[in-house]
T-cell receptor, first 117, second 114 residues
Framework: EAGVTQFPSHSVIEKGQTVTLRCDPI?????LYWYRRVMGKEIKFLLH????????ESGMPNNRFLAERTGGTYSTLKVQPAELEDSGVYFC???????????????FGPGTRLTVL | AQSVTQLDSQVPVFEEAPVELRCNYS??????LFWYVQYPNQGLQLLLK??????LVKGINGFEAEFNKSQTSFHLRKPSVHISDTAEYFC????????????FGGGTRVLVKP
């Protein structure tokens, strides 16, 4: 079974440009999460989808960030316009629908390293 | 609100020696606890988790952790490390009340020396 995949693995852009990150969760996983790790800081939650609906977007830094999950499958995270402080590693994770005893385990993708110059 | 503190940012250790990585958490509700590992140039991989039941949890690669509710700790241990255990380790908590989103500690880099 394929794991969580993310594209691109690296992205280098200039301040003011737009970047779109993509995440493909494990097939059948209803829950999809985005996290970010800024250099030297802890990994922080950005938002959570249940199928195509945003369940919690309390971690989104500001309105330059827009996340979508088309048809409850893959998700995109767009940053427009990018700023220097947006640099970091963006992780996507997915998990099954919450069933007692089955887990709450989130499976992570390899991350996208974003550098804004 | 919930928070996680990993008390050591870096831990150097010799091969075949034991290692303990400390994790303390704070939460006003019942939590689930996790340890993830990130090997160089890879994503996060789950080492072990505590959801309920026995407070001693065994994970992959010979790691184990003990949940201590009174001390709000979830320390990770391995009795004998290998060079291949060189990685960054993250402690995390989640809760139903917080929608199961993970709150991470700052990470502990383990460097295993020959």
């Amino acid at each position: 079974e394929a794991g969580v995949t993310q594209f691109p693995s690296h992205s280098v852009i200039e301040k003011g440009q737009t970047v779109t990150l993509r995440c493909d969760p494990i097939s059948g996983h209803d829950n999809l999460y985005w996290y970010r790790r800024v250099m030297g800081k802890e990994i922080k939650f950005l938002l959570h989808f249940v199928k195509e609906s945003k369940q919690d977007e309390s971690g989104m830094p500001n309105n330059r960030f827009l996340a979508e999950r088309t048809g409850g499958t893959y998700s995109t995270l767009k940053v427009q316009p990018a700023e220097l402080e947006d640099s970091g590693v963006y992780f996507c994770a997915s998990s099954q629908r919450q069933v007692p005893g089955l887990g709450h385990e989130q499976f992570f993708g390899p991350g996208t390293r974003l550098t804004v110059l | 609100a919930q928070s996680v503190t990993q008390l050591d940012s870096q831990v150097p250790v010799f091969e075949e020696a034991p290692v303990e990585l400390r994790c303390n958490y704070s939460s006003s509700v019942s939590v689930y606890l996790f340890w993830y590992v990130q090997y160089p140039n890879q994503g996060l991989q789950l080492l072990l988790k505590y959801l309920s039941g026995s407070t001693l949890v065994k994970g992959i690669n010979g790691f184990e952790a003990e949940f201590n509710k009174s001390q709000t700790s979830f320390h990770l241990r391995k009795p004998s490390v290998h060079i291949s255990d060189t990685a960054e380790y993250f402690c995390a908590v989640s809760s139903k009340a917080a929608g199961n989103k993970l709150t991470f500690g700052g990470g502990t880099r383990v460097l295993v020396k020959p």
